[in-house]
Structures are given as C-alpha cells and as structure tokens.
C-alpha cells in the first residue's frame, strides 16, 4: 500500500521512530529529521531497521556515553568504515537466514548514515566497494557540505564561494574554488544501484524514495540536503526554508536513477536566481564583499543551469528504457 501520510505523521509524533528526543544536535539542524523519515518510513512498511552511523555530528550528539537517543539496534564505525561494517550485517543476516536461526518472514532493513566528510572523501572507498558488491542496504548520507563536527572544514561536498576554516574567503582567494563534487552520479555510475536525492522540504518525496529503496533488490544510495544552522549562518528556523529555495534555485535538484533510467521528481519551471540562495546565507557573506563576487555567482548559475539540463536530457533518452 502507498504511504499514507496521516499514518506516518501519528508515527512520527508518537513512536519517535529509530531515534528520540532529547538528542544534542543544534537547534534547526536537519539532519535528525532525515534520520526519522527515513527510519520511520521503513517501520511503517513492516521492517525493522537496523544502523550504523560513521563518526560525525550525528553520532557524537545522539551517542554521549552513557547515554543513546537511538531505539533501534546500531553500531557506530570510523569516518571511514560505515559501508563496509553495513554491508557485512547484511551478509551475515543472509547467513543466518540460511542456516534457519533467524525468520525469514521477518523483514529488515540495513541502514547506513554519514555526513559528507566520513562519505563524499574519507569512506568513499569503502562505500564504493560495497555498493560495487551488491549488498542490499540504504546509505543516507545527510549532506551539511564540510566537516561540521570539527569546527567547519572544506570537504568534497563544500561549493564554491562558501567561508570555511581551511578555505577562508580573503583578499586572494573566494574560499573553495573547486565546484561541489557530483556524488551522487558517481555512485550512479556504479550501475547496478538505485540513487536518488531528497530533501526535508519535500517529505512525501523523500519517504517515497525510502520506500522505492527499501523495495529494490539492490543498494540504494539517497543524497539528504541537510542545512547547518550553526556554519552556514542561517536562523535556526530556517532550515526548511533553506532547503526549499535550494530546489527553487536548481542548486539541489530532486531526482533518482534506477539502473541507469533518471525520473526528475520535482521539475522546475521558473527557477529563482542561485543569488538568492547565496544571499540567503551567512556563509557566502564574506564572498559578496569580493570585486569579483558577481562573476563567481554567474559562474554557479551557469553550473546549476547546465546541471540541470543535463538531468533533463537523461530522463528524456533513458525514459523508454527497460530497468534491468
């Protein structure tokens, strides 16, 4: 049966599903909300999720010895090690399913969860081996774009122009000059893999894709926008409103790819300029007191614009192709 939204907000509300209040991450942070869509859309369809959670903001304030706002089981890994110890949950799961000491009626469902320093650079490889091996579990990756936990670092997910600790905005340089590492489409290139991208402002986008995932037989790969309060210098209630103007201004697009065959979920027509995202926040503020400020802008525009264009013409070309 499809989602029933009345349903899942009840669960939501009462059953703090996979992981509970009282946790110590920031006021407006998104990233527990992506955890608890996620988590409680997998309950809802009967599975019972198991985690694990490689180092970062997210394990540290949810997990201050002696205490856990998890209810679910889970296992915390290194930065690098999250794929590799889920996918090896999977393979004994399957084992023991095998050897008839676990019900193979029961339904679970394998999670893993990092931010973009333990998933766009420092575990990349171990994801990339287990999604190349085929275990079928879901990695989340909830994307804050820098090393947050540490006091906001560049990593492979940072764009452009944004004011970080190790690639500060000055006089010579506008903070990282590399664009945002495409991510998503290199885990797409692994084939055998259904990708998708959600974002908080979208949830019955976002839950669908859960459940699509849950359904594959397969890995699933799920790109989570998931806004930073504290470093990117916005209001703590503005998390929504940010994700929402980074769909509207094609900077985080909606879309998914099932063995190849691209769909976007949510299409736009009218995108806002990326200036308005940009100006949106407390980190790009330092940017816009550059000369040059305006020619980076239109170069992230012309980036975004093309992007996007792109996924069109993919969706177009694999719309008509069988989902192997």
């Known amino acids: 049966m499809p989602l029933n939204a009345i349903e899942l907000a009840k669960l939501f509300h009462d059953k703090n599903p996979g992981m509970t209040q009282g946790h110590r991450m920031c006021p407006g942070c998104a990233a527990p909300n992506v ?71 029961k339904k679970y469902a394998f999670f893993a969860f990092g931010g973009d320093g333990g998933t766009y650079d420092i575990g990349l490889q171990s994801l990339s081996g287990a999604i190349e091996r085929g275990h079928k579990f879901i990695y989340i990756v909830y994307d804050n774009e ?10 492979g997910a940072t764009p452009p122009g944004s004011d970080t600790t190790t690639a500060p905005v000055g006089k010579k340089l506008p903070g990282k000059v590399q664009l945002k590492k495409n ?49 990117w210098r ?24 099932e063995r190849g065959v691209y769909r976007v979920t949510k299409k736009i027509t009218n995108p806002k300029p990326i200036a308005e995202y940009i100006k949106a926040q407390g980190r790009f503020k330092p940017l816009l007191s550059r000369p040059d400020a305006q020619e980076i802008i239109d170069e992230l525009q012309e980036y975004v614009n093309r992007r996007y264009e792109r996924l069109l013409t993919l969706e177009e070309a694999t719309k008509d192709k069988p989902i192997r």
């Open 35 to 105: 955890v608890r869509f996620a988590l409680m859309t997998a309950i809802a369809k009967g599975y019972e999720p198991v985690v694990g959670l490689a180092t970062g903001c997210l394990e540290v304030s949810t997990t201050i010895y002696p205490y856990t706002s998890w209810n679910v089981p889970y296992i915390h890994n290194a930065f690098e090690n999250v794929a590799a110890t889920i996918s090896g949950v999977e393979t004994a799961y399957r084992a023991l399913v095998k050897k008839g000491e676990i019900d193979k009626d």
């Open 183 to 231: 991510l998503v489409e290199i885990m797409a290139a692994h084939e055998n893999v259904y990708v998708a991208t959600v974002s908080i402002a979208e949830p019955m986008d976002f839950m669908k894709k859960i459940e699509k995932a849950l359904e594959f037989d397969g890995p699933s790969f799920i790109a989570a926008y998931s806004p930073c309060v504290r470093f």
């Open 234 to 257: 916005v209001s703590d209630d503005k998390s929504v409103e940010i994700s929402k103007l980074a769909i509207e201004t094609l900077y985080w697009p909606l879309y998914e790819v």
């Open 146 to 155: 820098g090393y947050m936990n540490t006091g906001n670092q560049r990593s």
